[in-house]
């Protein structure tokens, strides 16, 4: 179903060794969220598409992602970063969280599918925007309904590069999304590049991939302490 579901939709081409691991990363998951709350999406198919083939619709915007480095900022479980890593081997992929356990699983599946390209940083998304080794040093910066967009964009855009992007997983909300945060992404550095409209297999209503340029560096202030982003988003 997946190789199907990619090719048809994303004109990717999985190859069998990666089919397999997508498999045996369902199984983890499905495994691991007896004991643990890692996702709601538990049917097969679901799992397939809301999962693996939503994670891997950045191809959409992303041309090629050989020897990039990206970060996913509230991974959960580890979409979009582990399906992105496995899908493509040459990616550098870092996982952030700031719940242990979550990141407890990616680790056992980078260890079950040996994945060499994938580590996780278990920490805030605040505190890791001020960190050198983290901060304007990814080319892609993701997540996937982590945040409403103007609190988004104070975790993202201070670890992208400056000519990198960060990339907002949203949902039917997505015009308005970009509409409210167009202050924190100027405030931030970014310019808003395109919205790009994606549909799945199964699902009546598309998903949306909004995507915004980091045109300039960050100011130093950003971001601020952890939970003020939230508290008191850049309007």
Known sequence: MLAEYTRACLNLELSVRQLAQFEVLGDMLLDWNQRMNLTSITAPEDIVVKHFLDSLTLVKVVPQFDRLRLIDVGTGAGFPGLALAIAFP?????????????????????EELQLKNVRTIHVRAE??????????????????????????????????????????????TAYDDANSAAKAIDALGGELFTIEEVLLPTLDNPRYLIVIDKIKK??????????????????
């Open 127 to 172: 505190d890791a925007g001020r960190d050198k080794s983290h901060r304007a040093s990814y080319d892609i910066a993701v997540a996937r309904a982590v945040a409403r967009l103007p609190i988004l964009m104070e975790y993202l855009l201070p670890l992208a590069k400056p000519e990198g992007q960060v990339i907002a997983m949203q949902g039917m």
């Open 218 to 235: 960050t100011p130093r202030q950003y971001p601020r302490q952890p939970g003020t982003p939230t508290r008191d988003p850049i309007q």
């Open 90 to 110: 040459a990616l550098n992929v870092t996982l952030l969280d700031s719940t242990a356990k979550k990141l407890r699983f990616i680790q056992s599946v980078g």
